[in-house]
C-alpha cells in the first residue's frame, strides 16, 4: 500500500476511535480523529470507571473466545502505559453466576489443564469470596484471572498519545460522499464554537481521506440511517446509570480488594482526587439516547449491589441514605442484537474505503483494542490476530 493511501479519518473519540487511531498508527498510519464532544472520550466512554472481564460461557461461544482474547490485548497495553493503582488494576475480578430470577445456572466444571479457560477461569476460593464478604457456600462463583478494573479516560488518552495522531473536538461529522475521481471521502463537518457570554455558533469545512473508520458509538444507527441511507443493522442503544460515591465511613478490608460482576458490577478503592471511592451499577434502559440520572436508576443499583455482595451492601447504606454524598454518572451504549461487535468495511462494493468499529455493547474496554487490531489487520491486508471465523462473525455484512 503507498503511503499516501495510508491516511485515514476516525469519526469519534471513544474507546473504539482511539483504539483504531492507535492500531493504524502503530502501522504507520496518518491518522485524523474527529469528535463532536469538546475533549476526547465524552461518550459512553466517559463512564469512570469500567470492568475487564471475559464473557464465560461452558460451551465457548463466540463471545467468549472474542473476549478471552480482548482482555489479555488491553492487559497488555494498560500494563505497558498505565499507572497500576492509579489507572488501572489487574488483580483478578470475582464474578458470581447469577441469574436475574435466581434460577440455577448449569455447574461450571473447573477447567482441565488442555481448557480454553485453563489460566482464565477457575472455581473462587473461600479466601477470595470471604475477601467479598460472601459465604464459602457459593460454589459457583468464578475468579478470572486476568480480570481489572480500569479508568477509561486514562486509556483513551495513552492510546491517543501517538505522534502520527491529530484529535479535532467539537467536530460533528454531518454527511460525507466519496469522490469517484479520487477515490476519496470527503466528509463535511460542522464545527461547533462556544464564546462565552456571546452563545455559541459553528463554521463548516471539509476534511478527506480515502480511509474512513465510524466509531460513533450508540449514534451509529441514526448516522447509517440518515447519513448514509443503509440499514441500522438492529444496532440500538442502551442507556445505562452508574452509582458511586467515597468510602468515607467504610473501612477499607469492609469492600472487596477486587472488582466483582455477574449481576452488575462493584469496584472500590479506586483513586481519585477526593480520595478512593467505589462504584456500582448499571442500569439498562433499552433504546433511550439521551442519557440522564435518575433516583429510580439508583434505587435500582442499590438494589442490585445488595444482591451482589449484601456485606458491602450493608456498609455503605451510609452513603445511599445522603443524596449530598451519592453520585451518579450516565451514558449511552450501543449494542447488537447478538451482542457481537461490528467491525470491517460496512459494505465493500457500495461504499470502499468506509469501516464501521462499534457496538461494543457493556464490553468496550475488553473489546476495543483488539477489534481496532482486527480492522487494521484487514486494512493492511494481514493475517487478524483473531481466526477468520471470528472475524466473519464480526463483519457488517457477511462476506
Ligand atoms: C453505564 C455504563 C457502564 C459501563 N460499564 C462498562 C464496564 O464496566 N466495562 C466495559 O468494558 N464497558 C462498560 N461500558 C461500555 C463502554 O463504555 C462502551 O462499550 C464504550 O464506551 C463504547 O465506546 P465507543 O467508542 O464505541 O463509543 P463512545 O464512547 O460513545 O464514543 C463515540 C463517540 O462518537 C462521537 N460521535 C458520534 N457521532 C458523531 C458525529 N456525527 N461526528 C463526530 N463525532 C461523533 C461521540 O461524541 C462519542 O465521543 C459501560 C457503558 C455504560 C453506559
Partial sequence: MSE????AIVVGAGLAGAAAARALADKGWQVLVLDMGTEVCGGGSAVPVGVLSCHVSIDDNPLSQLTREGLLWTRRFAQAHLQEGLDWLGNGVLERRMS??????????????NSVWHGHVSLATAEQLSQAGL??????????????????????????????????????VESMQRNVA????????KNHISIPNMGSSHTYS??????????????????LNQVLYVDHMGLHPIAGQVSWGLHGDASPESLPPFAVNGHG??????????????????????????????????????????????????????????ATRLKGWAGVRCASVNRMPKVGPLDEAQFPGLHLLTAMGSRGLTLSLL????LACHLEQTPAPV???????MRPIKS
Fill in 4 to 7: 499516501t493511501a495510508k491516511q
Fill in 100 to 113: 436475574p430470577d435466581n434460577s440455577a445456572k448449569k455447574a461450571w466444571p473447573e477447567p482441565e489443564a
Fill in 135 to 172: 459465604s464459602a457456600d457459593d460454589t459457583q462463583a468464578l475468579w478470572q484471572h486476568q480480570g481489572a478494573w480500569i479508568k477509561p479516560l486514562a486509556l483513551v488518552r495513552a492510546l491517543m498519545k501517538h505522534e502520527a495522531i491529530s484529535f479535532v473536538g467539537r467536530a460533528e
Fill in 182 to 189: 479520487t477515490g476519496e471521502w470527503m466528509l463535511r463537518v
Fill in 206 to 223: 471539509t476534511e478527506t481521506a480515502p480511509h474512513v473508520v465510524l466509531a460513533l458509538g450508540a449514534h451509529t444507527p441514526d448516522f
Fill in 265 to 322: 458490577s462493584f469496584v472500590s478503592g479506586v483513586p481519585t482526587v477526593d480520595g478512593n471511592a467505589w462504584y456500582t451499577g448499571a442500569t439498562f434502559v433499552r433504546q433511550d439516547i439521551k442519557p440522564s440520572l435518575s433516583a429510580q436508576g439508583h434505587q435500582e443499583n442499590q438494589q442490585r449491589l445488595a444482591e451482589l455482595l449484601p456485606h458491602a451492601a450493608q456498609q455503605l447504606q451510609g452513603t445511599w441514605d445522603d
Fill in 371 to 374: 477489534c481496532a487490531e482486527v
Fill in 387 to 393: 481466526s477468520e471465523k471470528l472475524v466473519q462473525a
